[in-house]
């Protein structure tokens, strides 16, 4: 939560509720179970419904961004200020780079590698072709419905992905309801 906007001559400070956790990319060593991923997935598609609802935007997921608390609460920082301070990634438009972003970390808990450039501290996705690989493509076992859900959210920004799909999602929300009907059972 944004406490206090302080705006000197030339400098902007903003002041923050200070929230105690380790952020994803540092528990991202080994891909997390299906349930928990979509559980992490679900909370940041959440926030940033919240955060579009009110007009703003977030522009920048990472798995940095994302803090896990030491309760297990899920908390999204930088929204509204990482873009500004590093610009809107993938591609220049923020609400397609949220939904791109929800899908990207849920790949990334299930399979710790990252589909977008700049990348984090996790390894790339490979791409083959021109596009990136597909969840099923590096984790065993993944419900079709998990990876057709992280297909359409990356194909909100196609020359990011490679994919470029008709029935990408269309807002944050449409994607936090996707989000709701996923299993986490295995594929057979």
């Known amino acids: 939560q944004v406490l206090d906007v302080i705006d000197f001559d030339t400098e902007l400070a ?21 349930a ?9 598609a959440a926030a940033l419904a919240a955060i579009h609802k009110a007009g703003a935007s977030h522009g920048r997921i990472r798995p940095a961004c994302v803090l ?4 297990g609460e899920v908390r999204l920082r930088g929204h509204c200020i990482d873009a500004q301070l590093w610009g809107t990634s993938p591609g220049p438009d923020a609400v397609e ?49 998990i990876n057709d859900f992280v297909v359409r959210s990356l194909s909100a920004v196609p020359r990011a992905s490679g994919f470029d799909v008709e029935d990408r999602f ?4 449409s994607a936090r309801r996707a989000l709701g009907s996923l299993s986490d059972a295995p594929a057979w």
Do not use: K
Request: aromatic letters at 4%.
């Open 14 to 34: 903003i002041v923050a509720e200070w929230v105690e956790g380790i952020n994803l990319e540092e528990i991202l060593t080994q891909p997390l179970n299906p």
């Open 97 to 145: 780079a949220d939904i791109y972003g929800i899908g990207a970390l849920l790949m990334a808990c299930l399979t710790t590698r990252w589909p977008c450039h700049p990348a984090t501290n996790l390894r790339s996705v490979p791409v083959f072709g021109e596009r990136v690989a597909t969840p099923s493509q590096l984790q065993a076992d993944l419900s079709d419905d």
């Open 68 to 71: 896990i608390t030491d309760g």
């Open 170 to 173: 269309s807002s944050v929300e």
């Open 36 to 44: 928990r991923s979509i559980a992490i997935a679900r909370e940041v």
